[in-house]
C-alpha cells in the first residue's frame, strides 16, 4: 500500500510540473468522488490542482476515451495511462483517432485494480507506451485462462448456446455505456443511432438488443483490447467480454497470436486486412 | 400566448386518425403543398392559425408541421423535402392514406393583434405558418388596421404560395407587399436582396405596429437587429420556434427550451418571452 | 379441399455481380432447374456484404443465408474475396456461438462458368435449411408467428 | 392493524387473485419489480431494485396502435390493461410515481395509455428499515419510511408489518386481507440517510440562473453520454415514437429514450440544438432540479441513488448539487 502511496505522491508532482512547464495543456487522471471506493475521471488544468489525482487500487475506470473529446487540441493532453489505456492510446493511435503528439502519456504500473473481473485476465499490468513512468514495473504473469470461459461455452448445444444469449439480450436495456465507455468504439455516428435509416430498431427485445449486442462485438471484435471496460459499466453486468473473447479467440486461432494496441505500429485490424496465405473454408 | 387549446378529437391525443391526401401542388422545386381530408370527406380538425399537426407516414415516420391553410372539409400542410420523411412524402400521390393527428400548440396572437398594424415578415419555407394568420387578417380585414408583408426567398423560383403572394394578397385593401430574393433571374423584375436589408430599406415605423417574423434562425437573428435598430421593443415581435417533436403533447421531452415545451406552450413566442429562456436553439 | 403446402424456408444468396451472378445466369440459360426457396440479392462485391445484412435476414425471418463470390484471386476489385474471407469467417463462428445452426449461415466461391456449381449448391443449402426447419433463433416475434403459422402440420 | 410476515405469501396470493402482483426480486442477476411467482418471498430487504418500478406504468417498450398501409390503410390502438398491483415499493419509488403522474396526466393534454395503467394500479409501499450507501431521499424532501401517495404503507416492525390503508383503493386491500390482519400497532423504523445533500433554498430558481454557468463544462467532462442514469432513474420518462413494420402491417411504439443520445434532440436536416455532452448533462440536471420544479412545484429526483451507483463515470447529482450551492452561495 505504501508504495501506492508514493506512487500517488510522484504522480502528482510530475503532473504539477507537467502543467507548470505548459508540457500539457490538462491531464486526465482519477479523483475523489463522495465514495472512499470509488474514484472518478478528473480534468487537470493547473498545477495547484494536481493534489487532486489519487492513485489506488480503486482508480478502475478507463481513461483512454477522453481523449477523442478535446476536439481541438491546443495542447498536449497528458493522460494517466495503465496498461490496458496504453493499449487503447495505441489503438486510437493505429485508427487515425488521435496523433501521437498530441498525447503525453504518463505511465502507471497497475497491479489490477478493485474491479477483479475487469482485472482478472490482464497481460499488461504495465503501459506499453509512455512518456514518463510513474513508480517501477511490475512483473506480469502470463495468462493462461485467457480464453476459458469462451470454451466452456462453446461446449453447449447449439439450443442452450440460443437459450444463453437469448437471456443475456433479454436483460439488456440498450444504455449503450458498453459503446460509449468503449476506446476502440471511435465512430463519429454509430449504427445504432440510425433509426431512421434502419440498422437498429429501437424497441426493446432480445432480438433488437442481439442485434446492437453482435454488431458491436463484432465491429469492435478485431480491434478489442480487453480492457474490460463494457462488462465493467454494464448496469446489467451482462457478460459483454464473453461474446469478444470469442471474436479473439478465432482470430488467434485463425490468422495467427493476436493481442491488439501492444505498439504504435500494430499491425491493421485483422478485418482490415487479408493475407494470400489466409485459411479458405468456402471452396 | 394564447391558452385555448383546441384539440378535435376526444380520444387518445397519440393516435393519429387515417386520412387522405386529395390534392398536391408543387409549389417550388422543393416544397409540396398537401391536402388532406378524412376518409369520410371530412376537414382532420380545425386548426387556429399557427396551430401544427402531426403528420404521419406510416412505418415510415412521424414529424410536425405547420398548418398552412385550411377549407371547409380539408387542411393544408406544405412540406419542403429535407430529410427521410419529407422524402418519401415528396413521393406519394394523390388518394395515398396516412396518419394525422392534433392541432397542437398555440396559435398566433388574432385577439392581441386586433386593431394593430401588422407587418408580417417571412422567409423560404416559413411562409407557410404565417400564410393562415395572414388569411384570417383578409377574411377579418376590418379588425386589423394597415398590413405589410414582406416575404424573401433564394430565388424567384424558390418563392412559395405565389398565387396568394401575387394575386391575393396584393389586392388586399390597405396592404403592402413587398417581395424580395436573395438572387434574381431572367424574367423576375421585384426586388433583389437580403430580408433584413430589404427591411432596413423600407424603414417601417414601430407605432402600433405588431411584427409576425418567421424563417431561418439566421435571418430571424439579422431582423431582429434591424427591427431593433428601427425602433422596436422585444414585446412587438412574435415569432414561432422548431424544435424536434415526437408526441406533440408535452410528454415525451425533447422539445424544451428551458420548463416550456415548443409543441404545447409554443410554437408562437413573442421576442419579449424567448429572452426569458435559456439560450438554446 | 384444402391442400397442404409444404413448409419452405426462406434463403437469401447475396451474389456478387461478376461471377456468382453470372453463374446463376449460366445455370438459368442452361435451363438448371435449382429451389424456388432461394432469393438472390445482387451485390458488386460479396465485400460489399455488411455482416450486419445478415443479422438483419435472421431478424426479418429468412431460414438461411448464403454469401456467394468470385474465387480467391478472382475478383473483380482485385482484393474484395479476401476480405470477404476473413469477415465470414469470424461471422460463422460467432454465430454458431449465439447458438445459430453452421449450416444456416455459409459462404461459397462460385466463379460465372460453375453453373452447375451454383445448382448443387443451392439444391444442398435448400435441403440442410429444409431439414434444419424454420429458424426462430433471434428471429422478430412477428416473423416467428409467420413462421409457425406456415409450418407444416406434423 | 398487524400483518405477520409469516403470512405474506398468503397476503400476495389474496392480491395475486385478480391482478398481476409485481415485487422486487432478482432475476438472472438483475433485481427488478417482477411478476409474483407464487412461490418465493420478495426481496424485501434489498434497499433498491437495480431497475426502478416505472416500467409497470410506462414500459420500456410500450406498442400504441397497430396499422396497416396502403390502400385500405387502418390505424387500431392496443387495447388491453390488467390490474396491477406493485408491492414492496420504497418512498423514493412511490414519489417517482407522483412525479410521472404530474408528468403524464396534467398540462393540455393527458396521456391516455399511462392513466388506463394508471388507474390500474394499487401501490403498497414499505417503509425503510435502514438506508444505503447511494440514498439521499430525505434530502429531497422525501421521508425513507413513509410513502404518502401510497395505497397502503407497510412498516417492518421485525415479525410483523404494520399495516396503514392511506386511500380507499388501500382500504379495499386491508378488506381483502381481513383475515390476515390482527389488532395491533407498532413504532416504525426511522432510518436517516448516510449521503446527505444541503439543498439550499430557492435552489431551482437560482439554478435557473445558471445556464451560462462554467460549472456545466467541469461536470458534464466525465460524462460519456450513454442513458444509463436514465434507464436507471424512476422518474426519468421521456420517450420516443417508432414503427416497428412487417409488409405492409406495422406496430407504432413508444419506447424510453435518453436525453444523453445524441440523436435525442436532433432535427430533420441535422441541426442539433443540444450538440455536446455540456447542453445534455445540463439539460438533464436542469430538467431534474429546476424545470419540472417551476412546472409542477417539486424536484424530479426522489434521491434513490440508483444513478449515482450506475454511473459509468461515477458521476454524482448529489455533488453536483453541493457544487451548484457552493457555486451560488459564492455569487
Known amino acids: 500500500m505504501s508504495q501506492v502511496n508514493e506512487m500517488q505522491a510522484q504522480l502528482r508532482k510530475v503532473a504539477a510540473e507537467l502543467l507548470e512547464n505548459d508540457t500539457v495543456g490538462y491531464i486526465i487522471g482519477w479523483g475523489a468522488t463522495r465514495f472512499p471506493d470509488r474514484t472518478t475521471p478528473v480534468f487537470i488544468h493547473e498545477a495547484k490542482d494536481a493534489d487532486k489525482l489519487m492513485w489506488n487500487e480503486y482508480c478502475v475506470n478507463g481513461l483512454a476515451k477522453y481523449v477523442l473529446d478535446d476536439k481541438i487540441k491546443a495542447k498536449k493532453i497528458g493522460i494517466c495511462i495503465r496498461g490496458c489505456d496504453s493499449r487503447a492510446i495505441n489503438r486510437l493511435i493505429i485508427d487515425n483517432q488521435i496523433k501521437r503528439e498530441n498525447v503525453y502519456l504518463i505511465g502507471l504500473p497497475c497491479e489490477g485494480k478493485a474491479d477483479k473481473i475487469k482485472c482478472g485476465k490482464c497481460a499488461h499490468k504495465n503501459p506499453v507506451i509512455h512518456d514518463v513512468l510513474i513508480g517501477d514495473l511490475v512483473a506480469e504473469t502470463p495468462v493462461t485462462d485467457r480464453f476459458k470461459a469462451v470454451e466452456d461455452q462453446e461446449k453447449l448445444t447449439s439450443d442452450e448456446k440460443h437459450a444463453y444469449w437469448k437471456g443475456v439480450y433479454d436483460k439488456c436495456i440498450r444504455c449503450f455505456a458498453c459503446r460509449n465507455v468503449c476506446p476502440v468504439c471511435s465512430c463519429k455516428e454509430c449504427f445504432a443511432d440510425q433509426y431512421r435509416v434502419g440498422w437498429q430498431g429501437k424497441q426493446n427485445n432480445s432480438t433488437e438488443n442481439w442485434n446492437y449486442g453482435l454488431t458491436r462485438s463484432y465491429h469492435v471484435g478485431d480491434r478489442c483490447v480487453e480492457c474490460g471496460e463494457c462488462e465493467r459499466v454494464c448496469p446489467m453486468d451482462l457478460p459483454l467480454m464473453l461474446q469478444n473473447r470469442k471474436m479473439l479467440k478465432d482470430i488467434n486461432e485463425l490468422f495467427g497470436d493476436y493481442e491488439c494496441g501492444l505498439s504504435e505500429e500494430d499491425r491493421a485490424p485483422i478485418l482490415g486486412d487479408y493475407d494470400l496465405s489466409d485459411r479458405d473454408e468456402f471452396m | 400566448m394564447g391558452d385555448d387549446h383546441v384539440c378535435t378529437y376526444d380520444k387518445n391525443p397519440l393516435i393519429p386518425q387515417v386520412c387522405k391526401i386529395i390534392f398536391i401542388e408543387q409549389e417550388t422545386p422543393d416544397v409540396k403543398t398537401f391536402r388532406f381530408q378524412t376518409l369520410d370527406g371530412k376537414k382532420p380538425f380545425a386548426p387556429l392559425p399557427g396551430q401544427l399537426g402531426m403528420l404521419s407516414l406510416l412505418g415510415t415516420g412521424e414529424a410536425m408541421f405547420s398548418i398552412t391553410s385550411q377549407g371547409e372539409d380539408y387542411i393544408e400542410i406544405s412540406i419542403k423535402r429535407c430529410g427521410l420523411l419529407t422524402e418519401a412524402l415528396h413521393e406519394a400521390e394523390v388518394g395515398q392514406l396516412v396518419g394525422l393527428r392534433g392541432p397542437y400548440g398555440n396559435h398566433f396572437p388574432l385577439k392581441e393583434a386586433e386593431g394593430l398594424d401588422l407587418l408580417f415578415v417571412g422567409g423560404g419555407i416559413a411562409l407557410a405558418p404565417l400564410r393562415p394568420f395572414i388569411n384570417y387578417v383578409k377574411a377579418n380585414r376590418e379588425k386589423f388596421k394597415h398590413v405589410d408583408i414582406l416575404y424573401g426567398s433564394r430565388s424567384p423560383e424558390d418563392l412559395v404560395f405565389k398565387r396568394e403572394l401575387f394575386e391575393a394578397w396584393p389586392t388586399m385593401p390597405d396592404t403592402n407587399m413587398h417581395v424580395t430574393v436573395d438572387k434574381g433571374a431572367a424574367g423576375y423584375e421585384g426586388n433583389v436582396g437580403f430580408v433584413p436589408t430589404y427591411m432596413e430599406e423600407l424603414a417601417f415605423s414601430p407605432e402600433g405596429k405588431m411584427v409576425v417574423l418567421c424563417g431561418p434562425p439566421i435571418m430571424i437573428k439579422f431582423c431582429l437587429q434591424a427591427l431593433f435598430r428601427m425602433g422596436f421593443s422585444k414585446e412587438q415581435v412574435i415569432t414561432t420556434l422548431e424544435m424536434r417533436m415526437k408526441c406533440g403533447i408535452g410528454k415525451c421531452g425533447r422539445c424544451n427550451i428551458g420548463s416550456k415545451y415548443v409543441c404545447v406552450d409554443g410554437p408562437v413566442f413573442s421576442m419579449a418571452e424567448i429572452d426569458e429562456l435559456p439560450d438554446e436553439k | ?154 | 392493524m398487524l400483518l405477520d410476515k409469516k403470512r405474506l405469501k398468503e397476503a400476495l396470493a389474496i392480491l395475486s387473485r385478480d391482478a398481476k402482483v409485481l415485487v422486487p426480486m432478482e432475476v438472472d442477476g438483475v433485481a427488478k419489480f417482477t411478476p409474483w411467482d407464487g412461490q418465493k418471498l420478495p426481496s424485501l430487504d434489498m434497499i433498491n431494485t437495480t431497475l426502478p418500478p416505472k416500467d409497470a406504468l410506462f414500459p420500456q417498450t410500450e406498442k400504441m396502435y397497430n396499422f396497416t398501409t396502403g390502400p385500405n390503410a387502418q390505424i387500431a390502438e392496443v387495447q388491453g390493461t390488467e390490474k396491477q398491483v406493485l408491492f414492496g415499493v420504497r418512498s423514493c419509488d412511490a414519489r417517482s410515481i407522483d412525479c410521472m403522474d404530474k408528468a403524464f396526466l396534467t398540462g393540455t393534454f393527458g396521456d391516455s395509455f399511462y392513466s388506463k395503467k394508471r388507474e390500474n394500479l394499487t401501490i403498497i409501499a414499505v417503509g425503510c428499515v435502514k438506508t444505503g450507501p447511494f440514498c439521499f431521499c430525505d434530502s429531497m424532501g422525501l421521508d425513507p419510511s413513509s410513502a404518502p401517495n401510497a395505497d397502503v404503507q407497510l412498516a417492518d416492525l421485525g415479525d410483523a408489518y404494520a399495516v396503514t390503508a392511506q386511500t380507499e383503493r388501500g382500504t379495499a386491500v386491508l378488506d381483502q386481507w381481513k383475515s390476515l390482519l390482527t389488532e395491533g400497532e407498532g413504532d416504525a423504523p426511522k432510518p436517516k440517510c448516510v449521503l446527505q445533500v444541503s439543498v439550499p433554498e430557492d435552489f431551482p430558481k437560482k439554478l435557473m440562473g445558471m445556464f451560462e454557468h462554467p460549472i456545466w463544462d467541469e461536470v458534464s467532462k466525465p460524462c460519456l453520454g450513454c442513458g444509463t442514469c436514465t434507464y436507471v432513474c424512476p422518474t426519468c420518462y421521456c420517450f420516443d415514437i417508432n414503427a416497428e413494420k412487417h409488409g405492409h402491417e406495422g406496430t407504432e411504439f413508444r419506447c424510453w429514450d435518453s436525453c444523453m443520445f445524441s440523436d435525442y434532440a436532433r432535427m430533420a436536416g441535422g441541426h442539433n440544438p443540444r450538440p455536446s455532452k455540456k447542453e445534455r448533462v445540463r439539460n438533464r440536471y436542469l430538467h431534474k432540479l429546476a424545470y419540472f420544479h417551476e412546472q409542477h412545484g417539486q424536484l424530479l429526483c426522489v434521491g434513490c441513488g440508483r444513478c449515482v451507483q450506475k454511473c459509468p463515470s461515477n458521476m454524482d447529482i448529489t455533488r453536483f448539487i453541493d457544487m451548484a450551492g457552493e457555486a451560488m452561495n459564492n455569487g
Open chain 3, 1 to 154: 379441399m384444402s391442400v397442404i403446402k409444404e413448409w419452405e424456408p426462406k434463403i437469401l444468396v447475396f451474389t456478387c455481380n461478376w461471377c456468382t451472378y453470372t453463374g446463376a445466369d449460366l445455370a438459368g440459360l442452361n435451363r438448371m432447374k435449382y429451389p424456388e426457396n432461394v432469393r438472390l440479392v445482387r451485390v458488386p462485391c460479396s465485400s460489399r456484404v455488411n455482416p450486419q445484412f445478415i443479422l438483419r435476414a435472421f431478424m426479418k425471418g429468412c431460414d438461411g443465408v448464403l454469401v456467394c463470390g468470385c474465387h480467391p484471386g478472382d475478383c473483380h476489385y482485385v482484393s474484395g474475396n479476401y476480405f470477404t474471407r476473413r469477415r465470414f469467417m469470424l461471422m460463422q463462428r460467432l454465430l454458431e456461438y449465439n447458438g445459430v445452426d453452421p449450416a444456416r449461415f455459409q459462404a461459397r466461391w462460385i466463379s460465372g462458368s460453375e453453373a452447375a456449381k451454383f445448382r448443387d449448391t443451392m439444391i444442398r443449402v435448400s435441403k440442410e435449411i429444409k431439414a434444419l426447419g424454420p429458424n426462430t433463433k433471434f428471429r422478430e416475434d412477428w416473423y416467428v408467428k409467420e413462421a409457425i403459422a406456415n409450418e407444416p402440420s406434423k
